[in-house]
C-alpha cells in the first residue's frame, strides 16, 4: 500500500510542472529601480542550450545573462522578450540561445543603467 502511495505521488509531479515555466534566477540585484533585476522570457525550453560558453570566455550564457546583467531567464514563455527592470518590455527576434544572447547584451547596452553594466562586462573580459 505504502509503495502503491509513493508511486502516485512521484506520477502526480510532473502533471503539477506541466505548462509551468522553468526560471533561471537572477544572480544578482539592482536597487536603482522597484524591480530589482531584468528578465529575459524565451522560447527555448532547454536550459542546457544556455551552458555554451559566451563567445571566448570561459562563462556560459546563463552566467553572463544572469551575473552580468541582472536578469533572470524564464524558459518555456510563448515568446522571447526583455522586461527591465522599469517594468519596459523589448521583443526579441532570436531564436537560439547565443543569439538570444547577443541580443539581449546589446539591448542592455543601450540602457542607462546597462551601459555601465556592459562596460564593467567588456573592461572584464578584454584584461582576460
Known sequence: MK?????????????????Q????????????FSKPNRILKTTISDKSLFQQN??????????????????SIDL????????SMDGS??????ENAVDLTD????????????KKEYNEFKELNENK
Open 76 to 83: 518555456s514563455s510563448k515568446k522571447n522578450q526583455l522586461i
Open 3 to 19: 509503495i502503491r502511495v509513493q508511486l502516485s505521488v512521484l506520477l502526480f509531479i510532473p502533471l503539477l510542472s506541466f505548462g
Open 21 to 32: 515555466e522553468v526560471e533561471l534566477p537572477s544572480l544578482r540585484f539592482s536597487n536603482n
Open 89 to 94: 518590455k523589448f521583443n526579441l527576434s532570436s
Open 103 to 114: 541580443e539581449v547584451i546589446l539591448l542592455v547596452s543601450r540602457m542607462y543603467f546597462g
Open 54 to 71: 559566451y563567445k571566448k570566455t570561459n562563462l556560459t550564457l546563463d552566467y553572463v545573462i544572469r551575473y552580468h546583467f541582472y536578469t
